[in-house]
C-alpha cells in the first residue's frame, strides 16, 4: 500500500535551516510529482512547490522561493524539503503529498502523517 | 493567486444533508473539466481526499459524499451526516499554479 513516512518534530532557532523527508514506499517513486504543503496553527493549507523525482525539475510557489529548496534522493526514495532561515513564521506542520503529472491532475491522493517544525529562541 | 472562499462554519443535524461551498476568484474550469478538488481532515490528522476534479469520488470514499459544480462555484454534499463526518473540508484548485485551497469549512453538529 502507498505510504508517505516523514521524519520527526524539528525545533529551531530564528536564523537556522532545517532539513525534513518524506520516505515514499509501495509504488514508483518517479512515476509521481511529491508536492510539499504548510499548514499553521491557524489550519491554513499553502502550497509550497513540487519535486518530480526522476528528474528533480521543481516548481515552486513564488511565496516560497528563497525559503524552501525541494531535493529527492532516488536510492532512497526519499523527498526532502529544506528551510531556511528560519523566523517564528515558518512555524507550521509540513506535509508531503503526491499527485499525478498530468496537467488537470495536480490533487493530491496520498499524505504524509506530517512534520512540526516550530520555531524559537 | 487564485482565492477560495468557503464559510468558517456549518452545522447540520445528523442524518441530514450538508452542503459545503466553495468560490473561486476566476474560473478553475477548462474545456469541460473541472479542476477543483475537496479534502477532509479530522484533528489531528493529516487531509484525506475525498472529491476530484469536481465530482468524482476517491477510492474507499462513501458514496454520501458527492461533489457538484463549474466555473467558479462547488460544492461537496455529504448525504445524510454521520457522526464520523465532524471535521474541517478544504477545497483545492488546480487551474493554475500556485495551487491554492480555500480557508476550510468546519462541519458540526447541531
Known amino acids: 500500500q502507498v505510504q508517505l513516512q516523514q521524519s520527526g518534530a524539528e525545533l529551531a532557532k530564528p536564523g537556522s535551516s532545517v532539513k525534513i523527508s518524506c520516505k515514499a514506499s509501495?509504488?514508483?517513486?518517479?512515476?509521481?510529482?511529491m508536492h510539499w504543503i504548510k499548514q499553521t496553527t491557524g489550519q491554513a493549507l499553502e502550497w509550497t512547490g513540487y519535486?518530480?523525482?526522476?528528474?528533480?525539475?521543481?516548481k515552486y510557489n513564488e511565496k516560497f522561493k528563497g525559503k524552501a529548496t525541494l531535493t529527492v534522493d532516488k536510492s532512497s526514495s526519499t523527498a526532502y524539503m529544506q528551510l531556511s532561515s528560519l523566523t517564528p513564521v515558518d512555524t507550521a506542520v509540513y506535509y508531503c503529498?503526491?499527485?499525478?503529472?498530468?496537467?488537470?491532475?495536480?490533487?493530491?491522493?496520498?499524505w504524509g502523517q506530517g512534520v512540526m517544525v516550530t520555531v524559537s529562541s | 493567486d487564485i482565492v477560495l472562499t468557503q464559510s468558517p462554519v456549518l452545522a447540520v443535524s445528523l442524518g441530514q444533508r450538508a452542503t459545503i461551498s466553495c468560490r473561486a476568484s476566476?474560473?478553475?474550469?477548462?474545456?469541460?473539466?473541472?479542476?477543483m478538488h475537496w479534502y477532509q481532515q479530522k484533528p489531528g490528522q493529516q487531509p484525506k481526499l475525498l472529491i476530484y476534479?469536481?465530482?468524482n469520488l476517491a477510492s474507499g470514499i462513501p458514496a454520501r459524499f458527492s461533489g457538484s459544480g463549474s466555473g467558479t462555484d462547488f460544492t461537496l454534499t455529504i448525504d445524510p451526516v454521520q457522526a464520523d463526518d465532524i471535521a474541517a473540508y478544504y477545497c483545492?484548485?488546480?487551474?493554475?499554479?500556485?495551487?491554492?485551497f480555500g480557508s476550510g469549512t468546519k462541519l458540526e453538529i447541531k
Open positions: 503529498a503526491r499527485s499525478t503529472f498530468n496537467y488537470g491532475s495536480y490533487y493530491f491522493d496520498y
Open positions: 509501495g509504488y514508483t517513486f518517479t512515476s509521481y510529482a
Open positions: 519535486i518530480a523525482p526522476g528528474s528533480g525539475g521543481t
Open positions: 476566476q474560473s478553475v474550469s477548462i474545456s469541460s473539466i473541472n479542476l
Open positions: 476534479r469536481a465530482s
Open positions: 483545492q484548485q488546480s487551474r493554475e499554479s500556485p495551487f491554492t
